[in-house]
């Protein structure tokens, strides 16, 4: 951990939120052009042909999914120090901190249910049995998920939770070998690190390539989807906005609630003095620019230590994102309103541990959730294609949430070190 690491130069060229809104105004103009639900015959090829591009892109997606969270969480297990008191307590308090955030997001989307705002027709059904099962069979059916036929068949089928659990395992086992061989002095195991290192760089710059084409794939979807049925399946996403800016405005009171009564800063002046550091984060939709401005604000001007602040933010960032296990369980519980169906009781449990993992092997690359996403719908719905076909439409309206839920990432990341410092403050620290 590099507690002067500077963020990178400032990007060259039009943000990338801002390419998602201009791809998103020159569609609407396009399906309107093109019929806007009443579409000509004469355009019939043009229009179908439209969703081209965003077909490639999602299949370069797939594609790329499985290697980057098996690579990622390897990277992650291997090289990233977590030890002692501190490290104990910050892997509690990012287990605690996701899961409130899973069950907000269950809870919001439950009750408001956005998805039942509008109602497409659709000749496709998922597939989701309707049966009902007792516990023994959602054991069943929940362990069968999680057991492989072979070991590289997760990376073949996009089985997110099998998948995660293949990381673990070998993340683990490879640690151990690690700290054996640096009690003995030897450094042999560092050549196979340092190679799953450049593997998780590797996959990361080429899925930034491919995330920089998904203006084009927005564009095509949401032109298509104008022309063809006009502006009816974007009725439902103004309640899911709502619905996910409720989520993570809960989040954000829960870390508020846990500064309160387990540490020694003032909730009040958490908000004050760190809103610099959560505005960078909102103004830039990444987490890792923000690092070195939220490790400042709170050594600066909350006081705390340098070392809680740095286990809190440099390695908080890279092993907790909370905001993207909100977003997994909106958004597929979403879809499946959307489309009618409902889920089983272990299909519940699988997208709780799916949504979970997530928060802990999601890149930290702007738009690297929708990859998430695409391996989540794989594994929780039979028919995947037709729920992962709406991801492309989620993207239209993704840009903004993913700027809100970079703030609360970021917020999370300085709730952890705050937590860290506890409720007695240190001599050296001073507000």
Known sequence: MNQTEKPASSQKGIPFSLQIVIAVVLALIVGILLGAGNPNPEFKSLITNLEIPTNLVFKA???LAAPL?????LDTLISKEISGREGRNLVVFILQNATVGILIGFLVVSILSPGTWVNLNQTQSIGISHEKQDLWNIIREFLDSLTPEALLKPLVENNFISLVLIALGFGFVLRGIKLEQQSQSKRSFQSLEKIIKTLSEAIQRILKWVIALLPIAVFGVVAK???EQGFKPFISFGALIIAVL??????????LVRIKFGSWVN????LRQGSEALLFAFVTASSMLTMPTAYQVLVSKIGLREKNAS?????GANISKDAVPIFQVMFTLFVSQILGQSFSPAQYLILFLLSFFCSISTAGIPG???VMMILVFNTVFTNSELAISYIALLLSIYWFLDMCGTAINVMG???????LEGKKQSDESTI
């Open 413 to 419: 990341h300085m709730t952890l070190a705050i937590l």
């Open 225 to 227: 989807t104008v022309s």
């Open 61 to 63: 997606l797939t594609a």
């Open 267 to 270: 909730p009040f002046d958490f």
């Open 311 to 315: 286990l809190g933010i440099y390695l």
């Open 246 to 255: 409720l989520a993570l405005f809960l989040q954000a009171c829960y870390y």
């Open 368 to 370: 690297s959730a929708i």
């Open 69 to 73: 969270v098996l690579l990622v969480l």
